[in-house]
């Protein structure tokens, strides 16, 4: 078992920025793989991106299509951060951190969630 807790969520001006965090606890050495989503208002989940640990420094990183480019993810040890830049105001939704052994399978913990809103 594992516990997520994501933080950093908050109001920004679009083109602004943001760094979120998910810090992970429990049985952290069954987590290979962290993915980062998003729910808008009368939205469906969505993925934003995930990164997938091989070895001590060698991860994949894998990023949607709308948020490739302002979007990155990166892990130091058991906390993994979306650093979010050029906010737009279709940025805004709750973001959850999800956890799991692979990419496959990163869905296997989640988070609560932390509110982004992007709006002048």
């Known amino acids: 078992q594992a516990q997520l807790v994501e933080s950093g969520g908050g109001l920004v001006q679009p083109g602004g920025s943001l760094r979120l965090s998910c810090l992970i606890s429990g049985n952290t050495l069954r987590i290979n793989a962290v993915g980062w989503h998003r729910q808008a208002p009368g939205m469906q989940r969505e993925w934003v991106a995930t990164i997938e640990s091989f070895g001590r420094s060698d991860y994949r990183r894998d990023y949607a299509d709308a948020v490739k480019g302002r979007f990155a993810i990166s892990r130091d040890k058991n906390v993994v951060y979306l650093e979010m830049h050029s906010l737009k105001p279709e940025d805004t939704a709750v973001y959850y951190c999800?956890?799991?052994?692979?990419?496959?399978?990163?869905?296997?913990?989640w988070g609560q969630g932390t509110q982004v809103t992007v709006s002048s």
């Open positions: 999800s956890a799991g052994p692979s990419r496959l399978r990163v869905t296997t913990w």
